[in-house]
């Protein structure tokens, strides 16, 4: 190669390195989990007692917004919601020791696979999303927790990414997917999905003002589904 040659394209890599650099954008982990969303309540949370039962909610905006509706049936179960809107199931693994493992309790309650159906942290990958789910009921079991694997709730489409295709296949496959895994593993699986879909597989219209978040007084029929299997669980402990 000719010397001069070299050296034009050796700068001219050299010049574009910088900018190569500044185009990867530095991402927090910490942020992209959210581990300060429950920081500052997770460390007031008092020690356990010896004889006190414990129970996490771990999950995205619908896990959220269900404490936000009825806070006195958590606090009166000594149940903690630890949702938090738009989250992915890797965001939720990230936090997974922060937000249930850390709090000690005796069961944890786990919500996930809408918003990676949605894509919101990027492309759906159902064997990735399972991985997720099987790591954090892993992780529950390996400290002693018992766990309990719900369904995503039925949904036909997210009118903040309409250019998802085959919602309901999806939901329903991912379903079947954890419900098998929960019996491998002999774990309780709570379908609300069958209870809440209507005849094409979406949300009920009557339970839901965008066929994805529940209504208050939706969240009625999901706790009378998965309090007696939370406490069964308990028994056993």
Do not use: C
């Amino acid at each position: 190669m000719n010397k001069k040659l070299f050296l034009v394209l050796a700068m001219g890599g050299l010049m574009s390195f910088p900018m190569t650099m500044q185009a990867q954008k530095r991402q927090d982990i910490y942020d992209v989990a959210n581990i300060k969303r429950y920081e500052v309540a997770n460390q007031e949370v008092p020690a356990k007692q010896k004889k006190e039962k414990r129970v996490v909610f771990i999950g995205n905006s619908i896990t959220e917004g269900w404490y936000k509706a009825h806070p006195d049936w958590f606090k009166a179960n000594n149940y903690f919601g630890r949702g938090i809107g738009g989250q992915t199931s890797p965001q939720m693994l990230l936090r997974f020791h922060a937000d249930v493992v850390a709090l000690q309790p005796d069961v944890v309650v786990i919500n996930a696979g809408t918003n990676d159906i949605a894509e919101n942290t990027g492309t759906y990958h159902p064997s990735f999303t399972l991985s997720n789910i099987k790591a954090m009921a892993e992780i529950a079991l390996a400290n002693n927790i018992k766990v309990i694997l719900t369904s995503v709730l039925p949904h036909d489409g997210f009118k903040w990414n309409p250019s998802i295709q085959n919602v309901v296949q999806k939901v329903d496959e991912l379903n079947a997917q954890i419900k098998a895994y929960a019996a491998e593993k002999k774990i309780p699986y709570v379908d609300y999905n069958s209870e809440m879909r209507n005849e094409k597989g979406g949300m009920k219209k009557e339970l839901s003002n965008d066929g994805v978040h529940p209504y208050a007084d939706t969240y009625l029929m999901m706790e009378a589904l998965v309090k007696p299997v939370i406490d069964k669980q308990l028994k056993k402990k």
